[in-house]
DNA sequence: TCCATCTTTACGAAGATTTTATGAATTGCT
DNA sequence: AGCAATTCATAAAATCTTCGTAAAGATGGA
């Protein structure tokens, strides 16, 4: 069914548990690289969008709770923590820090190999191939150039206010509630944060509707969320 | 101040820990409600759509086990699974049934919590896990949409008003007590506001009724509730 | 440093909920 | 039948939320 295989970071600084990882999670059908530390993690990460992550705690360089942070600031990569250290704070640290799942050293490879399904199987629904052009009646939206037209005029739009309009753009005609909004562009934890949306739908609409105080294409839904009409000028989807 | 508190299911057989559970999560924000086995579960979830479960494993009726296969079939709500058992072979075959989580009797408050949280943060963008539509005689709701229509038109209803009617037509025919019209929309704490329900039900039928002064879908059950008629245009159940 | 962007805060208008008041209808009692 | 007590329906006032907007602070990169 997908051909592609799922990518898996591994970051661990003793070559005995990469070692056995590696092999363990390559003979399942993962498609794995290994980093020693935190920072060479990131410096992968450029070029190589793993499905998981998983990782130590106590590294040199950079350790695995920065790590989750730093991760948490772009991405929302499912992330497993591996540590010796086996206290209640700790692991509390570490998955507000932005960890999934936690789990202490030595640990068993099956239940290890259960847990990175677990956390595999609940992926977002296919949201971010990552390319592409999006068209969508007045709007076109290029995915690799970050471009933006309504009716064949070019806008600029900053990075969070592209990120909103393409999730709009992705599920056109219906209404999107704030949590969905907010867990798609800001992430998990912002959630409660529905003055972001106020002020960057308000900040979309002076950039892309006609009049902005009758709003043509991002309508409210009050109470519930908002809806996006793409108005498609001739034909209908 | 913050507009919805998340819900959380929580199945348990042992009422030392269904108490100390509700206890430490109503402290943090969270509506709770409570089943003692996976039946009971599944039919509160019918009216009660949780953000997160935590259920036990061994359970009269319905095990954690089977739980989990039932909910994965519609649902994504996360799921974490406490057990006393802590065979690693135990922990695969719960996250392989569709846990995303397993957690080891005696566990850590603040280790829970933080569990919660970090499941929580992951719940799909795509809200509306029970989402669809409702087809009830005259009426159709759509829950992803949040409309309404009454013999095909367009009826706008206030949150509120919205629940009112989605749970009146999740049981047409059927009297329903002010008690469980006023837990399922207003919750636990509001059970004797049979106020709330007569402003309510006045509104909802001003929108609904034809003629308001004798109502033809909500009707009242003198002393007990009321009952709702969906008015069937052929057949009748 | 400057600049673009993101985050917070504040406030008025529109709209929803809660509370209160009043009258009609129903029941039980004498 | 007449009368209190209770419940239901309705309207309207009081209270609380949400939405849109502007603008001030914070952040981070060139």
Partial sequence: MTGEHRHILVVDDEPQITRVLRTSLTSQGYDIRVANDGETA?????????DLVITDLSMPQMDGLELCRRLRVKSQVPIIVLSVRGEEQTKVRALDAGADDYVTKPFGMSELLARVRANLRRIPPQDSPAGGVIDAGDFRIDLDAHAVTVCAREIKLTPKEFELITYFARHPGKVITHRALLTAVWGGNSTEQTEYLRVF????????????SSPRYILTDPWVGYRFEAHPTSSQD
Same sequence: chains 1, 2.
């Fill in 42 to 50: 990131l410096e992968i990460m450029k070029d190589w969008v793993p």
């Fill in 201 to 212: 739908i308000g900040q979309l609409r002076k950039k892309i509707e006609p009049d902005p």
